[in-house]
């Protein structure tokens, strides 16, 4: 490692933190990762953990700025950042950035955003992201739609890179929660206890997308098939897991399906992103491009912006 690191980078989220050592250009030049979400943090001592994940860049580059997104700057966090009012891009952000002390520098954390109206909307975290997503692919700044899924997936319509406006849907924990404490998952459970893990079984999950695709009854009068099919020995057991997340996912295409008309970006883990871009060919729609892991290009733009780096 050679040159004087300009930034430090954070991911600090709800169930881990991962640290990234910026270059002078932005590049990734090291990285290091704990299980040490705001929930999880060690003590509850935040800047105990700070040090620890970041002590020995920190001593070799003692004036170097450092940036955190994600849930450390929500209420449960650190410091509460308040949200900024959409439509809000790189330079609203960096404007509304918020320091706290560590005792071993400033860490100035990006607010989120919010949408405000009869219906208020919040995401935190994933407006880091969606800006360094449109850092790596600058076609997408003009207008585009950008799908982040997760536990509370996020449809994200982008203008002159800005977001502009967004949905929320709570596929993951609907699946979770339907999975693990309900009647539906148990058949799956149960007969993948017996086999062992799986792969995705493609067909029963497109399957579930085409049932709610199709379907003028929505996906609460759809979600029982998940038993009844396998009741009636329609669908195999250790399937109808797939089936649901079908459902669920398709539901977000069908009610979503108005603001496809501009080209879809997903942005996450590749392997969940796949049932979005197969979901996304079941109505009719191209592949949406698949965007990994951009927060540490978000973090660099934000602070470049703010002029910390």
């Known amino acids: 490692m050679t040159g004087r690191p300009p930034l430090l980078a954070l991911d600090w989220g709800t169930?881990?933190?991962?640290?990234?050592?910026?270059?002078?250009?932005?590049?990734?030049m090291?990285?290091?990762?704990?299980?040490?979400?705001?929930?999880?943090?060690?003590?509850?001592?935040?800047?105990?953990?700070?040090?620890?994940?970041?002590?020995?860049?920190?001593d070799r580059f003692p004036d170097m700025k450092a940036i955190a997104s994600g849930m450390i700057g929500s209420a449960q966090g650190w410091r509460e950042a308040p949200y900024c009012e959409a439509p809000a891009g790189a330079a609203e952000l960096a404007a509304a950035l918020v320091t706290v002390g560590t005792g071993n520098g400033p860490?100035?954390?990006?607010?989120g955003v919010r949408r405000g109206g009869k219906i208020p909307n919040v995401m935190r975290g994933e407006e880091t992201q969606i800006l360094g997503a449109l850092s790596l692919a600058p076609d997408l700044e003009k207008d585009s739609m950008v799908i982040l899924?997760?536990?509370?997936?996020?449809?994200?319509?982008?203008?002159?890179?800005?977001?502009?406006?967004?949905?929320?849907?709570?596929?993951?924990?609907?699946?979770?929660?339907?999975?693990?404490?309900?009647?539906l998952g148990r058949p799956a459970k149960a007969a993948q206890r017996e086999a062992g893990a799986s792969e995705i079984d493609w067909p029963a999950f497109?399957?579930?997308?085409?049932?709610?695709?199709?379907?003028?009854?929505?996906?609460?009068?759809?979600?029982?098939?998940?038993?009844?099919?396998?009741?009636?020995?329609?669908?195999?057991?250790?399937?109808?897991?797939?089936?649901?997340?079908?459902?669920?996912?398709?539901?977000e295409f069908r009610v979503a399906r108005p603001e496809t008309q501009r080209p879809l970006t997903v942005i996450g883990d590749p392997a969940l992103c796949a049932r979005y871009q197969r979901a996304a060919s079941l109505f009719g729609l191209p592949a949406p491009r698949l965007i990994e892991n951009p927060c540490a290009t978000g973090l660099w733009r934000i602070a470049t912006m703010a002029g910390l780096a």
């Open 206 to 251: 497109e399957r579930g997308a085409s049932t709610v695709r199709d379907s003028a009854e929505g996906l609460s009068a759809l979600l029982f098939s998940t038993r009844t099919l396998v009741l009636a020995g329609l669908m195999e057991p250790a399937h109808s897991l797939d089936y649901l997340s079908g459902l669920l996912i398709g539901e």
């Open 107 to 111: 860490l100035y954390l990006v607010p």
């Open 15 to 28: 169930s881990s933190v991962r640290a990234y050592l910026l270059g002078t250009d932005g590049a990734i």
């Open 149 to 183: 899924p997760g536990t509370h997936s996020k449809w994200v319509s982008v203008h002159e890179s800005r977001i502009m406006d967004f949905a929320t849907y709570m596929t993951g924990e609907l699946f979770a929660v339907l999975r693990d404490h309900s009647i």
């Open 30 to 58: 090291d990285t290091r990762a704990e299980p040490w979400g705001i929930m999880h943090t060690p003590g509850g001592d935040f800047a105990a953990a700070f040090t620890m994940l970041t002590g020995p860049w920190r």
